[in-house]
């Protein structure tokens, strides 16, 4: 069983940036590819970032492409969301999960242990 955990979530204006943080503790943290959702009132979740296990490859959504890096130390059991250039349309529920495969995916169906969720507001 793996547990995750996301923390950094806030209040913030348009512009301003924000870091999420995620850790994942119970198993080899460095075996599991890292992703990042978001779900906004009203819509499904979707995908944002995700890293493999090594963090030589990630991928991310056209909507946050240059303006969101993911990112992880396994050292430190932690994975990164550093989000710069909020817009009000990235206000979520960011979650982060687990893959326990080493490569990456983009659907959520392919990570098996996702956190609680951190509130991302973004005021315009």
């Known amino acids: 069983q793996v547990e995750v955990a996301e923390s950094g979530g806030g209040l913030v204006q348009a512009g301003d940036s924000l870091r999420l943080s995620c850790t994942a503790s119970?198993?080899?943290?460095?075996?599991?590819?890292m992703g990042w959702f978001r779900q906004a009132p009203g819509k499904e979740r979707e995908f944002v970032a995700a890293?493999?296990?090594?963090?030589?490859?990630?991928t991310y959504a056209d909507s946050v492409k240059g303006r969101f890096t993911i990112s992880r130390d396994n050292a430190k059991n932690l994975v990164y969301l550093q989000m710069n250039s909020l817009k009000p349309e990235d206000t979520a529920v960011y979650y982060c999960?687990?893959?326990?495969?080493?490569?990456?995916?983009?659907?959520?169906?392919?990570?098996?242990?996702w956190g609680q969720g951190t509130q991302v507001t973004v005021s315009s």
């Open positions: 890293i493999n296990w090594s963090g030589g490859t990630t």
């Open positions: 999960a687990a893959r326990s495969v080493r490569v990456v995916v983009s659907w959520s169906s392919g990570y098996n242990y």
């Open positions: 119970g198993r080899t943290f460095s075996n599991y590819a």
